[in-house]
């Protein structure tokens, strides 16, 4: 079963801008932190933005300013709007869906990602 499945990625222009998507299951968008990720080449996996349940928002340093990330509940949808892109976010962005529940289990889902690629 595939929880998450992000569309929106692409090429653009510095200074452009793209919106990702992530389609939730319907069954842990309400109940899981949903998060936004990216891995350049040659280089670890870092998170982008979060949004737990209470849809308290946290941004990377290189995010804040120029990235969005938002829910919508009607479609259980995840948004990452960003704006001024720089050819640094060039990447493969994940979607993610995470929980650890009161047994100390932890749920840890990922989409299957999807190319950003800006060009200067």
């Known amino acids: 079963q595939e929880h998450l499945v992000e569309s929106g990625g692409g090429l653009v222009q510095s200074g452009g801008s793209l919106r990702l998507s992530c389609s939730v299951s319907?069954?842990?968008?309400?109940?899981?932190?949903l998060g936004w990720y990216r891995q350049a080449p040659g280089k670890q996996r870092e998170r982008v933005a979060t949004i737990d349940i209470g849809d308290n928002i946290d941004y990377a340093d290189s995010a804040k300013g120029r990235f969005i990330i938002s829910k919508d509940y009607a479609k259980n949808t995840l948004h990452l709007h960003m704006n001024n892109l720089k050819p640094e976010d060039t990447a493969v962005y994940y979607c993610?869906?995470?929980?650890?529940?009161?047994?100390?289990?932890?749920?840890?889902?990922w989409g299957q990602g999807t190319q950003v690629t800006v060009s200067s």
């Open positions: 993610n869906a995470w929980f650890a529940d009161r047994e100390g289990g932890e749920f840890d889902y």
């Open positions: 319907s069954s842990i968008f309400s109940e899981f932190v």
